[in-house]
């Protein structure tokens, strides 16, 4: 098996904010780990792997392996960032975003994670927008009447998105 080298997210950030900024890392964050430790502030990448054909059949659209649990577990307690990663959009509950400081849809990336970083951390202007309507259930996909980027009241529309450059900043 040949295995894809590059740039994971995390070496990215580690890269980025260099050897005076502590990174901690934890797979799988309990709130024990969040309470014990002091963050400033947190990264969580959550999304899903890469997948082909019905390999990536989610027939809920969740965000796999506990993602919605874990950006709970750190942004109860710590100012988040939260990078999604998903070949489709994913049931995001309100709740989630109301508790984050920010969410990019990464997409599926690739292998070098600093495309993300370039952005999150400002070497590059910021600039996105939705290619497709970004339900709240999965029900919303079953309104035929309605298109294929059209739902009763979307999560985010179709075009929806931001743009950042380093000219409209307070910096």
Request: hydrophobic share 40%; glycine share 10%; net charge negative.
């Amino acid at each position: 098996m040949h295995s894809i080298s590059g740039t994971t997210i995390l070496d990215a950030v580690k890269e980025v904010v260099g050897h005076e900024t502590e990174v901690i890392y934890e797979k799988c964050p309990s709130s024990e780990f969040v309470e014990c430790n002091e963050f400033s502030f947190a990264i969580v990448a959550i999304g899903e792997a890469p997948y082909a054909e019905c390999g990536g059949d989610n027939t809920e659209l969740v965000i796999p392996f506990n993602g919605d649990g874990i950006v709970d577990i750190v942004a109860h307690k710590i100012p988040t960032l939260v990078i999604l990663i998903s070949g489709r959009p994913l049931v995001l509950e309100q709740s989630l975003l109301e508790k984050t400081e920010a969410l990019v849809a990464a997409w599926l990336p690739g292998s070098e994670g600093n495309g993300i970083t370039d952005v999150i951390f400002g070497d590059h202007d910021f600039k996105g927008k939705l290619p497709m309507t970004w339900f709240r259930r999965v029900e919303q996909l079953d309104q035929p009447d309605k298109g294929v980027n059209s739902c009763d009241d979307p999560l985010f529309p179709l075009g929806y998105g931001l743009a950042y450059n380093k000219e409209n900043s307070n910096e």
